[in-house]
């Protein structure tokens, strides 16, 4: 299985930009097309899909989100951070059977 | 609008069985796959595993191989996770989300709780 590691916990001030990184114990990306994807979810709610390979925003997410990388090093980044959006974070891979990372808290500082 | 509804919360005894129901509504329900993801009480996201919704085939993450049963009713654009012999370590909510792959859209939970 492929280990998509991220850091528990990111401390930020609303208005400022919070950068949340995903790293993956191999490539998941295939011919160029990055397939590392990005959800959030609040408490007592279902995760919500915020960026698909890698960069690409889904529909109707603000264009304060936004995701790069390519291999096995990718970054969400929310600039700037609102209150709307304390929340948990995860990558998830789906080059091969699907993993999700362990989630990053973003925490007010 | 894209929804996928599932069914309400569950209260079992350890070695009962319960099912699970994933009904889908603002698309047609045999073009994309549904997956199953189990959250524990306090933690994270575990992908179980996806239903082929054309051929009925599931596949299996390696911890969701025992005990655990995809199925469909496609007439009614509805999957269902069935969990057998049901162990404490079940308690979790478990989510049905539209793939394959990318999780566009999920449903919102069934909460499980096992319990003597």
């Known amino acids: 299985d492929i280990v998509l590691t991220q850091s528990p916990v990111l401390a930020v001030s609303l208005g400022q930009r919070a950068t949340i990184s995903c790293r993956a114990s191999?490539?998941?990306?295939?011919?160029?097309?990055?397939?590392m994807h990005w959800y959030q979810q609040k408490p007592g709610q279902q995760p919500k899909l915020l960026i698909y390979?890698?960069?690409n925003l889904a529909s109707g997410i603000p264009a304060r989100f936004s995701g790069s990388g390519s291999g096995t090093d990718f970054t969400l980044t929310i600039d700037p951070v609102q209150a709307d959006d304390i929340a948990a974070y995860y990558c998830?891979?789906?080059?091969?059977?699907?993993?999700f990372g362990g989630g990053t808290k973003l925490e007010l500082k | 609008q894209i929804q996928l509804v599932q069914s309400g919360p569950e209260l079992k005894k350890p070695g009962e069985s319960l099912k699970i129901s994933c009904k889908a509504s603002?698309?047609?329900?045999?073009?994309?796959?549904m997956q199953w993801v189990k959250q524990a009480p306090g933690k994270g996201l575990q992908y179980m595993g996806w239903?082929?919704?054309?051929?009925?085939?599931?596949t299996y993450a390696d911890d969701f191989k025992e005990r655990f049963v995809f199925s469909l009713e496609t007439s009614a654009s509805t999957a269902y996770l069935q969990i057998n012999n049901l162990k404490n370590e079940d308690t979790a909510t478990y989510f049905c989300?539209?793939?394959?792959?990318?999780?566009?859209?999920w449903g919102q939970g069934a909460s499980v709780t096992v319990s003597s």
């Open positions: 989300a539209r793939g394959p792959g990318v999780m566009d859209a």
């Open positions: 998830q891979q789906s080059r091969e059977s699907p993993t």
């Open positions: 390979r890698a960069s």
């Open positions: 239903i082929n919704t054309q051929t009925g085939k599931p």
């Open positions: 191999q490539s998941v990306s295939i011919s160029s097309i990055n397939l």
């Open positions: 603002g698309y047609t329900f045999t073009d994309y796959a």
